[in-house]
């Protein structure tokens, strides 16, 4: 049988014009692809700087740090529940809670270890030397600050001028105004080892509860007479951040399920989450909080499936979807964390990295399919021409990924940066989730000073 041979540079020519007829037809501006950017800018009046009266003798100062602190008055004296990022925001919270603040501070309690809830505890100690409370784990914690600005890239937005940053997902200014430091930690004198303890303060009962989510050392705080739960960071109103993208441990997911459990059966009638407003009435919080429980199991449960089934994590991402019920619901909007992110990173803690392909066993590096998928396109000016078309259609994914084979052989090619760099700005403005904003945008400005 004879073969028959076509001219090479027609079959190139037929990927490249498949490659701009499927640009032109995926990647076309719809109606409303602004409305994740308007949705986030709305979520911001989360973050205004106010001080709420959640009951009788307990506030919270909300806005003026990147976390939340809650003052609880005693019989004489006060505790406080976190304590911002830093000396200056907490400055800034005992302005603001004036004379509710009664000196002395007879005790701090940390919920967790992470900087942006424990920098600014010698503010309200103020030479009193409170008892410093935490969970046990907190001793051994160390201070979570992901992997940096890898490829320049910042999830929290730090350095995006003020013109292009709009939130943080869990606080409206992340180390932009004041930085989260150490200089005003408080180590824990007092710290429990296990599931709860429980304390009289000042004639206040509280209850301190292990509740490991978004920190192993987790606690959550019950004020069982005035049916008050200071959450921490267990519970927020946005998608909980089981993969953080900034490059942290996958969070376990049926710690977290198990820690919304136990605070769902205390049925508060009043909850401080560790950002964000305040959450009032039993009907509420119990439809807010079994929803949050309800979102994590649901995509644990179908992520174990799929795992079971042979399924590749990207064939995950398409399949699992929240149902409507709690897509709509205020609670798991994805401003933070995503369900894509979630999947992805329980899949790899509970299946490893190989998704079951033995072509990504030992896979090329980018360099050697940059060079190969040079030459399938017939040379650098036609892959470059077919960026540009992916990116005047609207297709900014397909740009961006086209000419990163390129600067995986020349890093500093002017003409794919600047493809990159559009692509990125437009994949970032249509986003809702604030980490994935800041972190395309913060690239985009990194990559533009290489030009």
Known sequence: MKSIRRPRKKILMGVLMMAMMAASTTGLAQAGEFEGREKLKAHSQEFRARVDEVTEG???????????????????????????????????????????????????????????????????????????????????????????????????????????????GTQLEYGRLTAHTREGFLTPTNTFDGQEDTLTIDGVRIQLIFTPGEADEHISVWLPDRKTLIAGDVFLKTFPNIAPLRGLPTRPAEKWIASLDKLIALKPEHVVPGHMGVLNGAVNINDALTAYRDGIQFVLDRTMEGIRAGRTPDELLQQIK??????????????????????????????????????????????????????????????????????????????????????????????????????????????????????????????????
């Open 58 to 168: 307990v506030y919270a100062a909300i806005g003026y740090s990147a976390s939340n602190v809650t003052l609880i008055q005693g019989d004489t004296g006060s505790i406080i529940v976190d304590t911002s990022a830093n000396p200056a925001d907490a400055q800034a919270i005992v302005a603001a809670f004036g004379d509710r603040l009664v000196r002395p501070v007879y005790a701090i309690i940390y919920t967790h270890n992470h900087p942006d809830h424990t920098g600014g505890a010698t503010v309200f100690a103020a030479g009193e030397k409170p008892d410093i409370y935490s969970h046990k784990l907190m001793i051994t914690a160390e201070p979570h600050t992901g992997r940096g600005r890898r490829d320049g890239g910042d999830a929290f937005g730090t350095a995006l001028p003020d013109a292009q940053f709009i939130n943080a």
């Open 322 to 451: 929240l149902p409507q019920r709690l897509a709509e619901h205020p609670y798991l909007q994805e401003f933070y964390g995503t369900v894509p992110w979630a999947v992805r990173g329980i899949y790899a803690q509970k299946a490893g990295w190989f998704d079951g392909n033995p072509t990504h066993i030992f896979p090329m590096t980018d360099q050697e399919r940059g060079k190969r998928m040079l030459q399938l396109a017939g040379g650098k000016d036609r892959l470059l021409a077919s960026a540009r078309a992916s990116l005047a259609s609207g297709d900014f994914q397909w740009a961006a990924e086209q000419v990163d084979n390129i600067l995986a052989l020349e890093p500093h090619n002017r003409d794919a940066l600047e493809i990159k760099i559009k692509a990125l700005r437009e994949l970032g403005e249509r986003q809702m989730n604030a980490t994935a904003r800041n972190y395309y945008l913060t690239v985009a400005m990194t990559l533009e000073k290489q030009l």
